[in-house]
């Protein structure tokens, strides 16, 4: 056998797939396909009615999605289950998709939902994910490797005799053994996010995280610290991939935010939160000259008296109903550069119909950016959601980010955090 042929006999592009999408609908519904697109998973659709075609290879599927009409659900979607289970394939039932609201563990605007199985059961889309990643790790863990090879048993004696093929074939599933545990680093950071928004009939909080690969640089918080007190702040460390994400778990596990004295409590100001912070960082006099930005937020439920400090992050934004937009500037250099660096804070009161925007670097493109003579002017984008409830102004943005073609140097982390004042 030729070389081209000894390469031709390994399938390095589609030997494994990770979802197997069988149904008997039309099309793959939009939120999942874009799903698929920005997780970077290898997937496949099928009619229901052509299962056959994959009966003899389903050691080379992860997970199966199947997505039916309620109605139809007979004795053939029973027996490809059953067909799948033999093979320990993980299997999620999808009946409908519904306008329902419903929670999600990203906290990104959510605004359709899929039915699961004959119950009224619904999640969202990052529901969806968290199922499909969930079988998709046991699937890959219980098979002992991150692909099965798809070449007949007798064939793989003559391939390896030809030593490139049998370096392809190794470096391949290198690659993604790596890839899998990135995604799966990925998910333990997300974890590191808050699960639950503090809304209220008062405030609306609304969030959206979406990393350049795997895992972020960026990270965010909103921790209630007592009854009338609210601490939010984004992180933001310079670069992303996996040195980045480690200094984000230092980063969240170095901010203190109040401190317990006795039978008492003391929380922090911003400007003390941010200084404490900066001490810390440069104190562990880091490999690769890695710096952080960060805006930290203090709001008093109760008055509505917001006070902020930043070190060197972009501005928080306010926007005012009837009034033109304003970054709230306040003074501050990067974390992990100078150990005596000062920090200042500024305090505005906040009031009904308010809004405030945060955001990483990696959405100014969208946001606004500075003109030499005109100083920062806010985008088109941002005109065409300002107006609009910070739910659907943080959904606008992450359906315009996560849609928009950006350039290799303009790639980033993207995190964006909004609060409005409702009453």
Known sequence: MEKVDLLNAIDLSSSYTDVLYLTNRNMLPHEVKKLFKHKKISYRILSIEKFSEVRGSLDLIGTVVIDIIKSDF??????????????????????????????????????????????????????????????????????????????????????????????????????????????????????FLPKVLPSDDKIQWATFFMPAEWVSGDIYDIVRLDENHIAFYIADVVGHGMPAALLTIFLKQAMVMRKTIGNNYKIFSPAEVVKALNIKMAAQKLSGYQFATCCYCLLNTKTLELSYARAGHPY???????????????????????????????????????????????????????????????????????????????????????????????????TMLGLEIIT
């Open 74 to 191: 007979s004795d053939k979607i029973v027996r490809i289950i059953e067909s799948l289970e033999i093979k320990h394939i993980g299997v999620i039932l999808i009946t409908e998709k519904t306008e329902e609201p419903v929670k999600s563990f990203s906290l990104s605007p959510i605004k359709n939902s899929f039915s699961l199985s004959k119950t009224s059961e619904s999640v969202s889309i990052d529901d969806l994910w968290a199922r499909i990643s969930v079988n998709l790790s046991s699937r890959k863990r219980n098979s002992g490797m991150s692909v099965i090879p798809a070449t007949p048993l007798k064939q793989v004696h003559t391939i390896y005799k030809n030593k490139l093929a049998e370096q392809l074939v190794s470096t391949k599933s290198l690659v993604e053994n790596l890839s899998e545990q990135l995604r799966l680093a990925g998910l333990v950071q997300q974890d």
């Open 316 to 414: 928080p934004i306010l926007i005012r109903p009837g009034k033109e937009p304003e970054q709230l500037e306040v003074r501050g250099s990067l974390l992990g550069v100078f150990e005596q660096a000062e920090y200042h804070e500024n305090t505005i009161q906040l009031q009904q119909g308010d809004k405030i925007l945060m955001y990483s670097d990696g959405a100014e493109s969208c946001v606004g950016n500075f003109n030499d003579k005109a100083g920062f002017c806010f985008t088109e984008q941002f005109h065409d959601f300002k107006n609009m409830p910070i739910l659907d102004l943080m959904y606008g943005y992450s359906t315009f980010i996560q849609e928009k073609e950006f350039s290799q140097a303009e790639i980033d982390d993207v």
